[in-house]
């Protein structure tokens, strides 16, 4: 398969099925090396589902997905060595400090043990959790804790970032804490970000471009600017655009357990 170097995720007609339906329907798309890329669309779109196959949790059907240049299907292990995962659910250990969390991941990736303490501590550093490396995750805040676990995702410097659903939970002011911190990990490592969300006005302000999912197709891939543009109407928003491309508005249509997982991550950050 042939791709383009500048381009750290190619997708070409990726196709999920489970017990006959589609959850990804013949989806094609490129992220570029160093942008921040946003999933828009409600649960049970494909987002989720999409993430998996990309970080090589789950076989596609039929179709390719390439990772820096190593393919998600024949080369599983390599992609995982580049890449690090957020998941919407809670992935630190409450009963581990906010250093003991890193460790585990630590090695868990393999960082050779010379390299371990000082990874941890500029990591720590970085998201001003230092004063906090002693204390036991159980006390942190839903902020804090989305920290750390960007930390853990991110302890051997992978060149791309997945999230999924990062900030479900948080407050306006944690949201944002968050996302300075990713910003300024694209902007120190160059790291790249892909991150699934149903959240108009974070996808608005920090992405460099959006893909629009709905029933497991994209309907539309653009800069927020372009796809506003592409409504004809005036001060459009990115939700006038979302309702043009797929008809729909956003509205959460997640069966019970996608809600309980929501509702359950809502009250283990909140």
């Not at 959850?23 to 090396?33: G, L, P, T």
């Not at 059907?61 to 060595?81: L, M």
């Not at 160059?190 to 197709?217: C, D, P, Q, Y």
Request: proline residues 3%; neutral net charge.
């Amino acid at each position: 398969m042939d791709y383009d170097l500048r381009n750290i995720i190619i997708v070409k007609n990726l196709i999920k099925q489970f017990n006959g339906q589609k959850a990804v329907d013949d989806i094609s798309f490129d992220v570029k090396k160093g942008e921040i890329f946003a999933f828009l669309g409600p649960n049970g779109a494909g987002k989720t589902t999409t993430i998996r196959i990309l970080i090589t949790l789950l076989a596609p059907t039929s179709g390719e997905a390439i990772i820096d240049g190593k393919s998600v299907i024949h080369n599983p292990a390599d992609v995982r060595r580049v890449i690090g995962y957020v998941p919407q659910m809670i992935s630190v250990d409450g009963t581990l400090t906010a250093y003991e969390n890193l460790a585990l991941f630590a090695r868990l990736y393999d960082i050779p043990r010379r390299e371990r303490k000082e990874r941890i501590e500029e990591i720590l550093e970085f998201l001003k959790l230092g004063e906090y490396a002693n204390s036991l995750v159980r006390n942190f805040s839903g902020g804090m804790i989305r920290k750390l676990e960007v930390g853990q995702a991110m302890i051997h410097h992978p060149h791309l970032l997945f999230l999924d659903e990062p900030t479900t939970g948080l407050d306006p002011v944690a949201k944002r804490n968050v996302w300075e911190h990713l910003l300024e990990l694209r902007d120190k490592f160059g790291t790249t970000i892909f991150f699934s969300t149903h959240n108009m006005e974070e996808a608005n302000e920090v992405s460099n471009r959006v893909a629009i999912i709905n029933a497991g197709k994209i309907s539309a891939i653009g800069t927020v600017s372009e796809l506003k543009e592409k409504t004809q109407k005036e001060k459009a928003t990115l939700e006038d655009a979302f309702i043009f491309f797929t008809g729909n508005s956003l509205v959460e249509k997640g069966n019970f357990h996608e809600i309980k997982r929501e509702r359950q991550t809502f009250n283990r950050l909140g």
